[in-house]
Every structure is written in C-alpha cells, then in structure tokens.
C-alpha cells in the first residue's frame, strides 16, 4: 500500500457545515496571549477529516508527548471499518514511536525548514472559531495522528493509496494553532531508520519496509504550514514541489535510490517510469504513470498518477538545487509576488531563460544516470547542465508512462523509444491544439452553462454593439455558490485573442473580474458596452465554478443589444472561444538522445545519422506553454524509419 500527501484542502465543512475561507490576521505585536501546553494524558476533542465527504468531525485525541516546538495527539479511535482486512495492529502507535516523532522534529526538521524557509507565528489557541480548549505554547506545532477517512479507508483494496498527512488551512484557524495531521497506518514499517521489511503478494498483508515515511511526510506537510504564512496563493505544483524537496533537505529520502534499493521515493520512481516494475523493494507495482507529464497541470490522470505529478516537481526542485544552489529554493518559497512559472522565472540567475532551463531538466531526467558511471562521457551538452548530484535519473522507455497520453504535454515532454538504425527521422508538431467543443447547451430555450464541478466553459457569438443604446440586457437565473463559483459577461475586440470581463449593474468583483456570484430567479442585467460601441465584437458568457458544491448552474435567456436581438433558441451560433481562435502552440523542442553504458549523446533532430553506434536511442518531444493554463496535449507526428511514433497504448482523458 503505498501513500499520497494530500493537497491542502480549502474546502472543508464541519459536521456538514461550510468552513470558512482561511484567511490570517496576525495580532498586533505583542498583543497575541500567552498559553501552555496541557499535561501529558490530557484528552481534547481536535478534529478527523472525511476526505471522501470533504467534512470534518470532531472526536478525542489524547496527548502522547510535547517537545520543545511539537505537542503529539493521537485519536482514541484509529480502527478501520469492520471486516477491513488490514487488523487492528496496523494502526497501533507506541510510546517509542511518538518519541521518536518529537525528537525528529525539534532536532531535523524544524531547524532545517525554519532555516532554509520561513518560520511561522505563533498560535496559542485563545482565539478559535469553535467552542472548546485548544490552547498551548504557540510555538509549539499540533500534530494529529489519525486513521484519516480517505478512499483507501473505505475501498480497501481497490484503492490501494493512502494520505499519509495532510496540513489543512482551515484547521489552522479553526483552532488557532498550527495544526498537522499524519495518518496511523503502519508505523512499524514506515518510521526510523531501520523498520522492519516484510513484504507479501496480497495487500492485506503485505508491510514492505518504508524508512522515515512518516518523518518525511512530516517534513513535506510542515512545507505547506509554513508557505500557507508566506505565499498561500502559489500553484500547488511549486508548493508540492518544495514540499517534497523538504524531505531531502531533511536527510528522510535519499533521491538517488531507485526501486531496486530499499527506501527509494514513489514520487520519483513513478515520474521516471519504473512504478510498474516489480521488485523486492517494490513488491506490489502499480501504473502511476511516468515522465510524458506536465509540469503544471496537477491531476489530470488517474488517482495513483499524481505520484507522477508530485515526482516532476520534486524532481525539478532537486535538479534547481544542484544546478543554481539552494537560494533559488528559498527565493521560491519566500517570493509572494510572482506564482508558477513566473515565480521560477524570477529567481533564476540574470540571463538565465527559464525554458533553457526546463528543456535542460527534461534532458537530464534521461540522461543523469548513465552520466553518473564512473568515466561516464557526455556529448551534445554541458554535464552541469543535464546532470544532477541529487539524483540518478532515467526514464524507464518500455513503460507506456513514458509517452503517455496522446500529444505532448504542457510543460513537459513525451519520451519515445527509437529504432537503433535510424534511416530517416521527421517531425511535424501542430501550430494550434485542437478546439475544445462548445460545453454550453441548451435547457428550456435558454443558453445553459452545465452544473458540473471544477469548470471553466464559455459560450460566445459575434455581435454588433450599436452607437445608440449600447447596452446588453438579458434575462437569468443562476444557482452560483456564493463567493465559489462565477459568471462573467465577457467581449473581445480582437477577433477572439483576449477577452475582458465586463461590469453590470448586479456585478462584484470575482478572481477573474467583475463577476455574478450567488442565487437569482428570473431577474433582468445591464451591461455597458458602450466601451465597443460601433464595433462587432464576440460577446460572450463565461462559467466558472470550483472543485465542490455546485447549486445549479446559468441559465442565460432574452438577450439583446440595444433594440438588436440576439439569438440564443439555438446553439448555431454560439461557439467556444476555441473554436474562434484555436490556442496557439507556443513552441516545439525535439531532441535526440543516444545512450549507452556510461556514455550519452545529445543532437538535434537532424542529426539523427549521428547516433547510430548507441544501443538505445529516444526523441525527448517538448512542447513549452509559458501561460501554465493550457490543459490540452498537444498534437504532433513523428515520422522514424517511415513509421509513425509513438505506437498509442492508451488515450487521453
């Protein structure tokens, strides 16, 4: 059974009832009351998470131990649902384990972290949002050992992962503290150095030895508590990112261990293709994808596949610290300006362009291992540049992970296993992605935008905005959850490059502009478009709800521009703002890599004839997309020997 961090959740409810937003206000200096922690033995009602409801119930901890910046609860109630077939002896902590956890963390990870990151606030629990006693040094980190009610925990064994910990903002201001929660699964093989190492073929039994994983999920979810101070607004894939590399910075993952060594990292593994691959240290594989992977995009496979998506992150982290140094690290997580790729832009030495830096990194993930024999040869590029002391990195080409979905990824690159005598290679990528269909329909004669989660669909049409009485009214209902989810009025003056959000006489401010949020029936809007008057324009109507509750949806009817109606019986001319303007691929990489024992050689497409006397040859296809939006793979044929490549084993989602 392998493990999962979680990404922080921002949604949450307490027994059903909605949380509000995390948001920190720091008292005034020296204004925040003083509290110290309760004696050992003490019981506290702190709180369980139900990931699969998104709700968290209260239930009794006990405290097990304090240490100079930790206090440790662990749940009275770590039992699984009868009849699981892992026992009750797989949720068991000792005294010695607890004291274990309390000596790593004020002599590892907390001098560490604090150095190389940030330090956070204290919180002393005088000012929670529920009635109860939380109180404490504020100094000291809360940590919640809990049987956490993911997936895993109710579908045992079809779904084989688990959350191992988890930093939850809004837990941190429910109760005014910082607030961590690992989960109790096995700890007899995955904390210490040394655990026990007894692997089985059945996954009921099966306790393959993990070293320092609870340590090193700790040292990833303190990450997420310290930059929620710092930077709470970064991509997940930089948090997630830095997050894993604390856990090399902390010493609890030695990242140049494959699944061939005991304690080898499953982020990295299943980002370089070798999740599948059976081994003794590895004794129950599993397809967690692999390195045809975009950087940015997080989720976008199946469940076990965003072990791919952690590993190219902390991969990339890793291959930035031994390339740049670990300033460029702490500049990453200290930097609350700039976000994703700008943020890694902006720290990278002057002259520096971050897709040489990128294209660089997707070298090295194939060719760092063969590179690190000893009297090892690299040709076509500098070794700084596409090795890493941290790792020791290859790309398992056999693995369908390696070419993955249709299409190259966003910020990433397929890898593709070529013949070994190359007569002809060719390459054509497309110039736009393909267009995304109109996902708006129809219901009742009226334009509707769906009711679906985690969506970002708009409908447009062209139209003429009229000198005299400039104004868009239509007639609506929508069922928006409230400050969560958004419509947008939107009208583009360029042919479909950009759009701008327009203000109504009903609008707030949303994330993307003036906005519609909240519940309406049958109501009238205005918009001013006096801005476009004497102008075709498309006009367009822009959904956008989050990844939780959805109400209902838009219900768009009665639209006009002045005395101009304007049709919306009929889907004819309402199109997708791609299917306007399809998106633009921004840009192509190809590169060809030979690789041999202790020998790599790196050429341009065209040089293909020059890798003829390697026994293994493959094109790292790369397709740069520098807004981190885009959420499609972008075609592209690549032509070997007169056949087509790679041969598709699956398709895209």
Known sequence: MDSRELTPPTRLTLDGEPLPPATYQPAPSGRRAAADTPPVGTVRKWAGLNEVEGDVYRKDYVLRAAGKNIEVWVAKDLAFPAGDCRGAKATEITDAQVAGLVREFDENIYPKETAAFSTPPDRSGVNPGIDGDFTGAGNRTVTLIDNV???????????????????????????????????????????GANPANEPTADLCSSRPARPWM??????????????????????????????????????????????????????????????????????????????????NLWGEGGADAVLADYGITYQLMLY????????????LHRDSVH???????????????????????????????PADEPGSMIKGASRERVTARSLRSTVNLSSPGAHGSPGAPPNGADYVRLPTELRSVSFQGAASLPPIPLKWTLDDGKLFSGNTPDTDAAAVRPADVPTTDPILRFTTSYELEQDFDYGYVTV?????????????????????????????????LKFDLSAYAGKRVFLGFRYVSDSAVNLGGWHVG??????????????????????????????????????GRAR???????????????????????????????KQYAPYTLVVNGRPLPVQEQTQP
């Open 558 to 595: 009665d639209l006009s521009i002045g005395t101009q109606k304007i049709d919306n019986v009929s889907l004819g001319t309402w199109k997708s703002p791609t299917q306007v303007r399809p998106t633009p691929v921004h840009n192509w990489h190809v590169t060809l890599v030979g690789l």
């Open 339 to 369: 976000h994703g790729l700008e943020a890694l832009a902006a720290v990278l030495p002057k002259k520096t362009p971050l897709y040489d830096v990128l294209h660089d990194f997707q070298t090295m993930t194939l060719v760092d291992k």
């Open 149 to 191: 009610r993911d997936d895993n925990y109710f579908s045992y064994p079809e779904r084989p992962t688990y959350i191992s910990g988890f930093f939850s903002e809004q837990l941190n201001e429910l109760f005014d503290r910082n607030v961590m929660t690992i989960d109790a699964f096995d700890w007899a093989h995955r904390s």
């Open 492 to 524: 583009s003056a360029d042919g479909g490059r950009t759009y701008q959000m327009v203000a109504g006489d009903q609008t707030v401010t949303g994330p993307l502009g003036a906005a519609i949020t909240g519940q309406a029936t049958d109501v009238t």
């Open 320 to 331: 930035l610290h031994d390339r740049f140094g670990p300033k460029v690290l702490s500049g």
């Open 214 to 295: 609870y340590e090193s999920t700790f040292a990833h979810e303190w990450h997420h508590l310290l930059s929620y101070y710092t930077d709470p607004e970064e991509t997940t894939w930089v948090d997630e990112g830095l997050s894993d590399y604390a856990q090399t910075l902390t010493g609890y993952v030695d990242s140049r261990l494959g699944v061939y060594h005991r304690g080898f990292d499953n982020h990295l593994s299943c980002y370089q293709g070798f999740g599948v691959v059976k081994t003794a240290f590895n004794p129950n594989p599993r397809d967690c994808d692999g390195p045809a992977n975009s950087l």
């Open 600 to 630: 790599a050689k790196i050429v341009p497409l065209e040089d293909f004839d020059r890798l003829n006397d390697y026994p293994k040859v493959a094109a790292i296809v790369a397709y740069d997309e520098p807004t981190g939006t885009v």
